[in-house]
């Protein structure tokens, strides 16, 4: 299908297919979906070992100097526990063994990043900053072989940022203001370059040695000037640089520890080496870093709800009110839900970084695991706090002066909140994550939309008896799967056809109207990562074949079928019109006496 017709009808981000399991469930096929999973691959043994070995060193070397009390009081990692991750190797987990990193896969990287967001999410912030994004990932997929030779040992020892965000740039990336100006010599050879402007929230800022700035390159000023095209390239800024200034420590309301600040470029000199990567290339650089660095967000988030799965199983089953709490159905049921979302957003974690390893595009998966992991995984963490009560809102330092038990729920409660917001916020990543499922639904009502009435009739047609074959269960066999996890599977296989005939109504109902409705993009995410999340802990629960995890996804299936059949209802039963008029009368401040009595 040829993109010029898709821009037609366009939902930004919609302009490539999805190559994985999910892109399958979009076309209503289950079948292909599910067998994209099975037989479910599981973490490479050798790799495991490494990892385990790893995470013991960490412990055992790195913990004993880490006070996490005196983090979150001083919201300040020291430097000798910044010494001791580099010395351990955790600035340079991904880089090959031959290059003298750790050589982690992703599956991998994302244990280790985990366990360090379970002791500190200001230490995983450090880690994942840098081998995630900052310097790190351009120098190593982008860099010459001369740069890798140059700068590779010096970043692989310390923790460098990434600049992309500004005061007008967050979720929309084309309005960025920081521009590098080409400098020529006397013969006109291009020889570096000038940059100037400020960038916002850049983690690690104010330790890192090095920068990984993305700016718009330019020669003359007035080509920023609206209506200039952008070229946005990537470039690799010394903090110790004339013109560079690293504002003050932004403080957040948790993550404390956190190193993040805006730096500001005045007239800063980057020569030509230090462009990593072609001109132009810049976002696309910056773009792939944030896909893979999501599912590190999304196993960070799943420690997280480990931790909190933990607390609230060890209180529940000793805090005593006219009996255990934990024998009560409404603690009961937060409880369930804890577990059987964990083991579904770990498993989705674990499929996304499995393809990652493998070199295929989780580009997806990985947008899927990050909103998932984040947003079910914060409701799970304030179900702890909800368990723990006044303890639960309670700092653990403050507890631990009347001699209580101190688990730091507080702290994660507090840690995991902006989880939904940075490296791509929840709504933007679900609007681009349906523009990529949409991809073939959009580009047939594209072509029926800028078509004349045959072309239009066409697709009717096609668009009519793909939603009569979608009817038509594909031939499939679950026979290697346990017996009690079949029926799940076939329900996923339905509820995927019925939501691609959805589709399909919507799309013809909406046409080029659908971009805008955001609530029922949402759904179909929602829809899609249900169902994905059933062909894969079917998956991994039949590869494991323990009867415990047979059991807790057989038990996460029947709730995602919950969740599944409630989305479908509100699809065609919602109170979606109301919304737009009425948040309309609210902007235009008709409702502003609601806000009376406050300071
Ligand atoms: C602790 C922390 C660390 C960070 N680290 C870094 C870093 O190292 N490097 C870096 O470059 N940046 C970093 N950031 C910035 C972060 O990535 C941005 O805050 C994030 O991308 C959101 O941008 P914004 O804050 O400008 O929000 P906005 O883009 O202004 O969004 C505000 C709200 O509007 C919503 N919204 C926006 N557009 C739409 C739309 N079309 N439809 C529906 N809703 C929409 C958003 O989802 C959000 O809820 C960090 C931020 C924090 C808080």
Redesign the pocket.
Known sequence: MARSSVAKVEIPGGDKPVEGPIGRIWEGDFVSAFSDVFPWKEQNPIDAEKTAALIDEIRTELLPIVNTTSIEEEREVPIAVLEKMSDLGLFALKVPEERFGKGLSQWSYNDVLGFLGSVSSALAAYAS?HNS?GALYPILYYGTEEQRQKFLLAVMRWPT?????EQM????PASMQTYATRVRNEDKNLIGYRLNGE?????NALRAKYLAVVANTIDWKHQLLPGFGKCFSLFLVRTDSPGVIIGPPNK?AG?HG?D?ANPQFRDVFVPLDHRIGPEGKGFNIALEALNTGRIAVAAIASAAVKQALSISREWASKRDQRGLIGKYELIQEKLFRMAVELYAMETLVQCAASRSDRHLDASVEAAAAKIFATEVGWQCVDDMLQIRGGRGYEASESLRRREEWAPPVERIWRDLR?AR????????LT?WDVARGLYPYLGLAARAVSGGVTTKAKVGLTLLLWHEKLRFSKRHNWKDVPPELRNHLDFAERASRQFARQIIGSCLKYQKKLQHK?LLIERMFWISARILTIALVVARASASGRKEEVALADAYARHAAGEIKRLFFEWGNNEDGLVRPSAEKILGGEFSFLERGII
């Open positions: 900053a994004l940022g990434f600049c992309f965000t740039v967050g979720s929309d960038k916002w929230y850049t983690t957040f993550m956190i993040n902006v917001v940075f490296e791509g916020t929840s709504e933007i609007l955001q």
